[in-house]
């Protein structure tokens, strides 16, 4: 018998994970771990099985809420287990596994899943990007003496407050749902341009039809769930509002990936918060299924997390004689982007030297660009890639307004950085799933093009 929902390795890779571990013999009664224990060991099952017990609490007795047969692996649901009752048992009861994502953040990730498609293919990679020719900023960037100003503290906060009032006047003139000037440098503002004029779920937002143009233009009723965009209340709310003949739901809960980048994902406050979601993901579900009836569901994380112990920053590039005549830069938490104006040799080493010897990580080849499904054609979203290794982030970045103290989009390779897939129990699971895999299972599960079965997609993070 096997446990449905956590993977069973191949007997070439469960050798090669001996090489690495040491043998423990247990007997009936032994506790490997408890909830709240401050880390545990990835544990491969040789011949012993394991209950996952939820421990009494005040309102409910002990309860086993999964059995994991020998052949299997313990400790990869660590973060869950103890936090999330009620995601552990549906992991248990379900197809569970890793989901690798992309190099790539939310935005860019959330793109693929609902394309079906890598970011060179449907053309979004970044919320922002190197459009000169119609930057809606341009205006701002007699602001430009700004960006002598001492307080880097100061500066955010000023983008923010600008973003919140003269920004949003020049969004709804200029016909854009959203604009912000994040922390981008006030002289390089009529560099930048917003990717997305409208939201990505709105009719041909993105360069290839999303999973919602496809059920718009096949009849079948869907509706998108945003704990962002209208907070926790207002998704229990669109959850017990939703028409009622709805067959695809999309929810998006936010709290989880919010936390990790504030508090940390060893922080007491971040576990909380992520049992606070479990407790959220329990409540939509149950409100879901009272007002729709049964349903498929897949739940996923869409990327994982890793802690964040060295925070760098590149003050020369922001002030840099040649910037942004000669060359433009853009600071994501985890990457830095390169635009060179001009062919000059010397900029170009001096600049690439820079960056590397600022922050452990490499320049991204061609080949490996291509591999990671980054390679586009134009220059909106850099000429060179430096990719930073964890535990380094950047910070002050153009993106973050407080230091992130847990990052996403590193390579996906990155074991910390692959998130979490429940699919429906009786789907069969790979050890690893793909982001386009999630479009696949949706349209077969929603079923474009005949199937009558309901679906609903929770998102983590
Ligand atoms: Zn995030």
Known sequence: MTTPGFPTL?????????????????????????????GYDFIYLDSAAVEIIREASGDAPAAVVTRIEPGRFVGELNLLTGQAPFLT??????????????????????????TGAYPDEHGYWMEYCFRPERSPF????????????????????????????????????????????????????????????????????????????????ADVPWSYLDSFKSGRRGVLRAADELPIDTRFAFVYLHPIDMA???????????????RRTDALVAEVLRRIERRLGEHDL??????????????????????????????CFALDATMVRLWYHDPDPRLRAELRQRVASEAPGRFLGADELASLHLDFDGRLYGDEVYLLDPPAAIFPNFHSMLRPKAMHAYHP?????????????????????????????????????????????????
Request: glycine fraction near 8%; aromatic fraction near 10%; charge should be neutral.
């Open 138 to 217: 341009a205006s701002l960037e007699r602001l430009r003496p700004l960006d002598r100003f001492p307080s880097d503290f100061a500066r955010r906060g000023l983008k923010f407050a600008l973003s919140k009032t003269v920004v949003r006047r020049i969004a709804r003139r200029a016909g854009y749902e959203e604009l912000s000037l994040r922390h981008f440098p006030f002289r390089a503002l009529g560099s930048f341009d917003w990717t997305l004029r409208s939201a990505m779920t709105a009719p041909g937002s993105l360069g290839l039809p999303t999973l919602f143009d496809e059920l718009t233009g």
């Open 89 to 114: 048992a549906l992991a248990g009861r379900s197809a569970s596994t890793r989901l690798r994502p992309i190099l790539a953040y939310s935005d860019a990730i959330r793109a693929t899943i609902f």
């Open 413 to 461: 390779d990155e074991p910390d950085q692959h998130g979490i897939f429940v699919a429906p129990p009786e789907e069969e699971v790979g050890e690893t799933v793909e982001l386009v895999d999630v479009h696949s299972l949706c349209r077969r599960l929603v079923g474009v093009g005949g199937n009558e079965r309901k679906l609903e997609l929770a998102s983590y993070a």
């Open 298 to 327: 897949v739940l996923f994380s869409d990327h994982g997390m890793s802690s964040v112990d060295r925070s760098v920053s590149f003050p020369d590039l922001w002030v840099h004689p040649a910037f942004p005549e000669h060359f």
């Open 260 to 274: 990790s980048h504030l508090v940390g994902i060893e922080s007491p406050l971040f576990r909380s918060v992520v």
């Open 10 to 38: 191949s007997d070439e890779r469960a050798a090669r994970l001996r090489g690495y571990g040491r043998e423990d013999r247990v007997a009936a009664g032994d506790v490997l771990f408890r909830a709240g224990d401050p």
